[in-house]
């Protein structure tokens, strides 16, 4: 768009031709006033001032809209004139004398700066237009008015160019307070955004601008700021120092880094950073300062803090006992604390810069120490990561401490190295307290472990003997030995450990009563004796030579004024000056003394109750091997009393049961109580003075035993019972025996009648295998005599078999023959059960004997009736290179058939419905075993620990003895010498494993 300078250009161009125009000049009409259009036809200049950019606002306002007949002619022509019927119409075409730089593009017609040095008429030009409209025409005759109107119109083509060159400079000075101004702009949005706050004084101190961030730092608006001074927003103390700063500042030309304090709108006071510099005028006057400031109010607080922090830092840092010392990366000290400095002797040396081994010759007794840390900081940057160690550093007194160090290395960001913190802690003389702090431990564990001795060992020689072993082992003493004296003053009896057999040639001397230099020294003083040089105290002691680098304690084994004998032991130096180490030993030895005297109080107890409690023990055995217990109650006072063996009986301790009537019949078995109660209530109404009753109890451990009880009961004169006192005795075992027998004479029956039925059926079983072979026999086409006989009758053999296939006789005849043969073996492995055994072992085969146990199984009526043994399903795993087992054959196969009838029938009471067995034979080293798994309901922890109990059992009364797996325990762990367990959990059934030995 044409700037305001062409603009006002065209207006003069206008007024310079006003004397041309009509008369009218108050009408709004166009006359033959001038009209600027550009190539697009819109009026640049216009008669009627609407038209003027009126293109802006509305692009029908268009010379070749209005004028369409002049415009068609324009278009073609450079310039002339052409008269419509809307007037007339002089024209021409306008182009610039040089191109125009803009930098908005066309705008109104204006090119852009294409680097061209001259537009062409068909880039760029422009219209000047003179138009007489029609009903004017008329008035133009005279001579003068056409002589006039030619002189204009060569004015008009003569000062054109001239125009159109100021033109072109007013539009150059455009451009430029253009991009003055866009650079204006550009600043006044750095000066409005800038995040510093900025302000400007005249050289009086008065405000002459501010940007918007002073005010949001202040917390003014700008009218309260402009105009005034300066100080005005200084505090009182702090007005002078700025009217001394601002002189100099005026004078300087500027001012870095000048710190001031503002009140700000609210009250506040901060504290800012002023930067700044002076405008001059050409004479070299103040015109203007211009600073910029920031708010350091925060920073200034975080210096103090950490001014605050660093002091106290470094005060921690100088004085926490720990050495802490930096360096950089090659190896040079940048900071230490005082511990470190002290440490190695560097309080008064310049450190800063220097290396370890540049500080060895300012303190070269820690040359070592110096050479060792240089070795571990270069471990350290090669690994890096902290490393922690344990340092040892010689001091110049000969002694050496121990540090904990820590040593961290700091890299930069491209790798290279930055700074090693070093951090050490002396633990010397925690070291020192840890094993001093061990050392009485091992005091105390020594002495607990003794005590705990003293309690468990009742002979003087073991004890002692395990005292010594107790010294060398827990106390960390070289050997420990001692001597015990008998009642004449004579060494009876010696322990030692740690020595060997080079104790022997003392053991001779002391059986001589020579005793050695320690044991003459306790002697005499009573008390214990150290020895710290053996070299000369026990020169001619068989175990000096015992004693390398070590010293000797010797302390009497006394009490009540009896000495009972001498304790000694190889004490390493550094415990021989310990006068704790001293008391502790000494205390260990009286209490072994005292221990000494009450083992002797105690044989002397012993020996005097020897006869009492052998008569004691006489009357207990007694009672024990008849399985009896003594009792006693009065009846009147209800007190009672219960022998050991009585307590026994019922599984109780004395202490842990009272005697009483209640507790008495709360042991008795519920279903046997009211029997109890009664038979005794009976008794005392009848004044029955003697009893006798058998009944079952239940033990502590849960456990059903039966027993006898035979008294007699007195009374009183009314008839009240008074006393009663008896025996109760364990006849459990007697009453199994008894069911044994009766169980042992119940299978000898039933293998009598076995064997008779095996031979009574055995007979018929012979004669139905003869038959049936015999009538195979003489049907058998094959032999020439059965043909020979059949063609005597007329019988044809082929159609008489024919006749029988059909017929299947030949298939029954073989279920005859193959019942029969089951049979027959059945009948065999019944006359080997019933046949009496000699009880040899002898070689057999573990598989085979499984297998007739299962073919036994099979044939048990009440297996296959009652729970349908032939529905189970039978898995045999055998291992078929089995050695055979040395054993009594038909014991094993009744153990297989318990197991087998057992896993029956745990399978059908628990309902599986698909029951299975498993027989599985396997050699384990020196053992064949065998194990018979089932998937049935499995059984608790508590039935399995009394499985093998005799007369245990899980099923209802009258469907077992509980014998089964007793009997079968007592045959493969007593006579075979074999094992047998159970593996089972409830729900996940049972694995039996019986192991016999090979060999």
């Known amino acids: 768009m044409i700037n305001y300078q062409g603009k006002y250009l065209l207006q003069l161009f206008r007024e310079a031709f006003f004397n041309n125009t009509t008369a009218d000049s108050d009408s709004v009409h166009y006359g033959h006033r001038p009209m600027m259009i550009n190539r697009e036809g819109y009026w640049l200049l216009s008669p009627d001032p609407a038209d003027e950019w009126g293109f802006m606002l509305d692009h029908g306002r268009n ?11 324009l278009n073609s022509r450079q310039q002339g004139q052409v008269a419509t019927d809307q007037g007339l119409f002089s024209f021409s075409r306008l182009y610039p004398l040089r191109p125009y730089t803009t930098s908005g ?26 138009h007489v409209p029609s009903e004017e025409l008329a008035g133009i005759n005279s001579l003068f008015t056409r002589f006039h109107w030619g002189l204009f119109n060569l004015i008009l083509l003569g000062i054109l160019p001239l125009l159109w060159w100021l033109s072109a400079l007013l539009e150059q000075q455009r451009q430029a307070k253009k991009r003055l101004a866009a650079q204006e702009r550009r600043y006044r949005h750095l000066y409005d ?32 700021v402009i105009g005034h001074d300066f100080t005005k927003f200084l505090p009182p103390a702090e007005r002078d120092r700025f009217n001394r700063h601002f002189s100099r500042f005026l004078d300087k030309g500027g001012a870095k880094n000048l710190v001031l304090q503002l009140i700000k709108k609210d009250g506040s006071l901060i504290h800012v950073s002023f930067n700044g510099s002076v405008s001059r005028d050409s004479q070299h006057n103040v015109l203007r300062t ?64 220097k290396t370890d081994a540049d500080l060895i010759p300012f303190s070269p007794s820690f040359r070592d120490a110096f050479l060792t840390c240089m070795e571990s900081d270069e471990a350290a940057w090669r690994q890096g990561v902290p490393v922690r160690s344990i340092e040892h550093i010689p001091t110049p007194g000969g002694s050496v401490r121990t540090f904990d160090v820590l040593k961290s290395p700091l890299f930069n960001h491209d790798g290279s190295r930055q700074t090693l913190v070093v951090v050490g802690r002396d633990i010397t003389d925690i070291l020192r307290k840890e ?23 009742k002979d003087p020689s073991t004890l002692l003997q395990s005292c010594c072993s107790i010294f060398v082992r827990n106390r960390g003493y070289n050997s420990a030995w001692s001597i015990l004296f008998d009642e004449n003053g004579t060494v009876s009896q010696t322990t030692h450990t740690g020595l060997g057999n080079g104790f022997e040639p003392l053991e001779t001397e002391l059986g001589q009563q020579r005793f050695p230099a320690c044991i003459r020294a306790a002697m005499e003083c009573g008390d214990v004796v150290c020895i710290t040089d053996t070299n000369d105290t026990c020169r001619h002691c068989p175990l000096q030579n015992s004693y390398p680098e070590a010293g000797v304690m010797t302390a009497p084994l006394h009490h009540n004024n009896k000495t009972y004998g001498f304790l000694t032991v190889s004490v390493p130096q550094e415990f021989l000056g310990d006068k704790e180490e001293k008391g502790l030993f000494g205390e260990i030895a009286s209490d072994l003394g005292h221990a000494l005297f009450s083992l002797e109080l105690e044989e002397k107890r012993r020996q005097s109750e020897a006869k009492l409690q052998a008569a004691m023990e006489s009357l207990e055995d007694a009672q024990e091997i008849a399985g009896m217990g003594y009792y006693e109650r009065n009846w009147q006072t209800g007190k009672g009393f219960w022998s050991d063996n009585l307590y026994r009986i019922f599984g109780y301790e004395p202490d842990e049961i009272a005697c009483t009537q209640d507790q008495a019949l709360g042991l008795v078995h519920p279903d046997d109580r009211e029997y109890v109660i009664n038979t005794i209530s009976q008794g005392h109404a009848t004044g029955q003075t003697a009893y006798n009753l058998q009944f079952r109890i239940i033990r502590k451990d849960s456990g059903v035993r039966t027993v006898r009880l035979i008294g007699r009961c007195t009374y009183t004169d009314s008839g009240e019972p008074l006393h009663n006192r008896g025996i109760c005795q364990d006849i459990t075992e007697q009453k199994r025996l008894e069911e044994q027998l009766l169980q042992g004479e119940k299978m000898t029956t039933i293998a009598g009648l076995a064997a008779g039925v095996a031979h009574e059926i055995n007979t018929p079983l012979s004669a139905i295998l003869q038959s049936v072979q015999v009538i195979r026999q003489f049907l058998d086409s094959s032999h020439p005599e059965n043909r020979k006989l059949a063609a005597e009758h007329g019988i044809d053999l082929d159609r008489l078999q024919t006749y029988f296939k059909r017929c299947e006789v030949d298939f029954f005849l073989e279920g005859i023959h193959t019942s029969a043969s089951n049979a027959a073996r059945i009948i065999a492995n019944l006359l ?44 045999r795993e055998y291992d078929t290179e089995l050695p055979p087992v040395p054993c009594v054959a ?38 064949a075993r065998f194990l018979v798994e089932d998937n049935g309901p499995g059984m608790s922890e508590e039935v399995r620990r009394h499985i093998f109990e005799p007369f245990f059992t899980t099923k209802e009364v009258g469907c077992g003895t509980g014998l089964g797996l007793s009997v079968s325990y007592a045959i493969i762990c007593e006579k075979h010498q074999g094992r047998m367990y159970v593996v089972s959990e409830p729900g996940q059934g049972a694995c039996f494993t019986v192991e016999l030995p090979l060999a």
């Open 63 to 73: 010379f070749g809209n209005r004028f369409p007949q002049a415009w068609k002619v």
């Open 890 to 927: 038909m014991e094993i196969e009744q153990v297989i058939l318990n197991l087998i009838k057992n896993a029956v029938q745990a399978m059908a009471d628990c309902g599986q419905e698909s029951p299975r067995i498993t027989l599985r034979t396997e050699k384990a080293h020196t053992m």
């Open 832 to 875: 080997e059960f019933s046949r009496p055994q000699e009880g040899e072992l002898a070689p057999a085969d573990l598989n085979n004997l499984i297998d007739n146990a299962v073919e036994l199984a099979r044939a048990d009526y009440d297996l296959k009736k009652k729970y349908d043994i032939l529905n189970v399903e039978i898995i």
């Open 193 to 224: 955004n800038m995040p510093l706050a900025y302000q400007s004084l005249d050289q009086d101190g008065i405000f002459l601008d501010v940007n918007p961030a002073w005010l949001d730092v202040m917390g003014y608006e700008e009218h309260e």
């Open 105 to 130: 593009g066309n705008e109104s017609g204006l090119p852009e700066n294409t680097g061209s040095s001259m537009f062409t008429p068909e880039t760029y030009f422009w219209y000047l237009v003179v």
């Open 290 to 353: 211009h600073c910029v400031f920031r708010d350091i109010t925060r920073e200034l607080q975080l210096e103090k803090e950490s001014k605050k922090q660093t002091r106290m830092l470094e005060t921690i840092v100088n004085n926490t006992p720990d050495i802490i010392c930096l360096k950089d990366g090659e190896g040079r000290w940048l900071l230490a604390n005082q511990p470190d400095l002290e440490l190695f002797k560097l309080t008064d040396v310049v450190y800063q810069g």
């Open 435 to 457: 094993k001093r702090l061990k050392h009485l431990n091992l005091v105390l564990e020594t002495m607990v472990h003794i005590h705990q001795e003293i309690d468990i060992h």
